[in-house]
């Protein structure tokens, strides 16, 4: 039998990941359901970083937007993204701060 998590463990997973991502901003442009496209993005963002390309490059910057999308549509269709969070991603809303109590 599994058990359900409480708002509060919903609450503090996304927060936890939500610090990581702030700490190392990689994460923002990994995050998604497809290993293959996260890895070619980070990738290139290390060569970038490096100096060994120019990610500044009009043509560096069409590739990256190009798998940005691929992974961004990898995670919105992906059958593991439930369908709360893709109607979350359909309908927008804007930052505001949550607070939840025990039930």
Not at 57 to 82: G, Y
């Amino acid at each position: 039998m599994t058990q359900s998590k409480s708002k509060y463990q919903m609450y503090q997973e996304a927060s936890l990941s939500q610090k990581l991502a702030h700490k190392i901003p990689i994460y923002q442009k990994l995050a998604g359901s497809d290993r293959q496209i996260s890895t070619s993005i980070g990738f290139l963002v290390v060569l970038g970083d490096m100096g060994l390309i120019d990610k500044n490059h009009p043509s560096m910057k069409l590739i990256l937007a190009l798998l940005d999308v691929q992974r961004q549509a990898a995670f919105a269709t992906s059958e593991r993204t439930n369908e709360i969070t893709k109607m979350g991603l359909q309908m927008p809303k804007s930052d505001n701060l949550i607070s939840f109590d025990e039930e």
